[in-house]
């Protein structure tokens, strides 16, 4: 393994080949907490990603972690059919997500950190339905080229000002199968919230910042806490564009500005959109979809930040962040 490869669902490829990344996507996704929101129909996904092809982006990383109704074989086939790498997760969301006694709940740091380090190494389970994705492991999923599907990125996730036993578990596990695999870990911040804390934690368990991408940091639009942060190493993400109800996306934009003048490192910011709902997909029969990154934010904050650092964000960051590295 060297450092420059990224693992995609279709193979390690060189890290400069990926092209503009989103770095925050779902395909495939069912959780209890979006009710009627569920993405589960690999036609509509894949003519989704197909536009999101063609509107330009050439990456896209699956965000979609253990027992959420992903679907690793069918996000492989999307991945052939249109051109767009992608790169899948592994890892466990926050609590929330999961129903009360999940089997996952259940599991110890060392089991998650296994489950988690072998769905990387040897392939992500081939699930057909979210209850099959459950402890009792399903074959490896296998790509139309006939070889494992395997995850590229370890997630985790915690609550709103709250890190339950549960998700400290999956932290410890996300660091672990990290650093077992070289592969980085993104972890889903509750309106950006905990970041030093889950910083913290991560690096107690051996885990450089330079290895994490924390996402939904634009969900708290505090320009010095991201200066701060990236500053300190880590990536951040920004991915609630679209969402005007909670801020319009000038405020995101203006955020990004004064971030980077404070001393915020652009080799640090991350953009997805993370749409994640079937009404929000055009092809479901929602909208804004998955072109509303590249057509619509994107240019915004090119004009804003300048080409340079506007490309360093949407394609050599994700690069440098998903290249695995040797294992500890």
Known sequence: MTSNQVRTVLGDVAASELGPCDYHEHLFQVSQLLPGEELDNERLSGAEAAAMAAAGLTAMVEATPTALGRNPAAVARISAATGLRAIHTTGAHHQGHY???????????????????????????????PDADGPARAPVALSPLGQPVRAGLIKAGIGYWRISPFERRCLDAAASAALTTGASVMVHLEYGTAAWETLAILDQAGLAADRVVLAHLDRNLDPGLHAELTAAGSYIGYDGMARHRQSPDSALIDCLEAALRRGGDPKRFLVGADVARATRFKAYGGMPGLTYLPERFWPRVVRAVGADIAQEIIERNPARLLALRPPV
């Not at 089997?103 to 699930?127: H, I, K």
Request: net charge negative; no cysteine; hydrophobic share 40%.
């Open 99 to 129: 129903p009360a006694g999940h089997w996952l709940e259940e599991a110890s740091a060392q089991d998650l950190a296994d489950r988690f380090s072998n769905d990387v190494t040897n392939g992500l389970p081939d699930v057909a339905t």
